[in-house]
T-cell receptor, first 113, second 112 residues
Framework: DAGITQSPRHKVTETGTPVTLRCHQT?????MYWYRQDPGHGLRLIHY???????DKGEVSDGYSVSRSKTEDFLLTLESATSSQTSVYFC????????????FGPGTRLTVT | AQSVTQLDSQVPVFEEAPVELRCNYS??????LFWYVQYPNQGLQLLLK??????LVKGINGFEAEFNKSQTSFHLRKPSVHISDTAEYFC??????????FGTGTRLTIIP
């Protein structure tokens, strides 16, 4: 299994509070991604990174920000959580030499009350 | 726009029967194609992939898929399913950049 961990694995928070999710990899892959998974929508890309301090938006980036200060860590921040951000969040990594095949972390279940 | 379509959101199949899960994409460029499986309360794991070469690719757990360029399809098949195949299956396509576009998934339910 690819060395990808996510923390926390479960979190319940209140509307309006900031939340940060962490993705950590031990594979030294260049690309890292954050997705959210919701019933009927599959996986939707929130943000991705193509190197340290290099990030770009995905299709559902509103309300989210990311940072990558080290190759191994990719943080996803909800500045002010809303109930619509209740979801399961997955991190993934990939490399050019692997034809961008993505390896996924175990996921974080976030509930915003 | 480039998109991936999995028309069947749920597929019930009797145990030991064959199954086909459909995936179509819209693009005229060269693509890389993937099928992922997600077991309950787990992350996604790669089932199989098509990068080039033979259009019939074999994956783990007895699954195979066939790339059809003219029909822009990449359907997943298994000749005889088992209870342990109960999961959600996602088709994903690389349209020539660093991202994957995922279909909305097909939930496969095996009926004993």
């Amino acid at each position: 299994d690819a060395g990808i961990t996510q923390s926390p694995r479960h979190k319940v928070t209140e509307t309006g509070t900031p939340v940060t999710l962490r993705c950590h990899q031990t594979e030294n892959h260049r690309y890292m991604y954050w997705y959210r998974q919701d019933p009927g929508h599959g996986l939707r890309l929130i943000h991705y990174s193509y190197g340290v301090k290099d990030t770009d938006k995905g299709e559902v980036s509103d309300g989210y920000s990311v940072s990558r200060s080290k190759t191994e860590d990719f943080l996803l921040t909800l500045e002010s959580a809303t109930s619509s951000q209740t979801s399961v969040y997955f991190c993934a990594i990939s490399e050019v030499r692997a034809s961008y095949e993505q390896y996924f972390g175990p996921g974080t279940r976030l509930t915003v009350t | 726009a480039q998109s991936v379509t999995q028309l069947d959101s749920q597929v019930p199949v009797f145990e030991e029967a064959p199954v086909e899960l459909r995936c179509n994409y819209s693009s005229s460029v060269s693509v890389y194609l993937f099928w992922y499986v997600q077991y309950p309360n787990q992350g996604l794991q790669l089932l199989l992939k098509y990068l080039s070469g033979s259009t019939l690719v074999k994956g783990i757990n007895g699954f195979e898929a066939e790339f059809n360029k003219s029909q822009t399809s990449f359907h997943l098949r298994k000749p005889s399913v088992h209870i342990s195949d109960t999961a959600e299956y996602f088709c994903a396509v690389n349209f020539g950049n660093e991202k994957l576009t995922f279909g909305t998934g097909t939930r496969l339910t095996i009926i004993p």
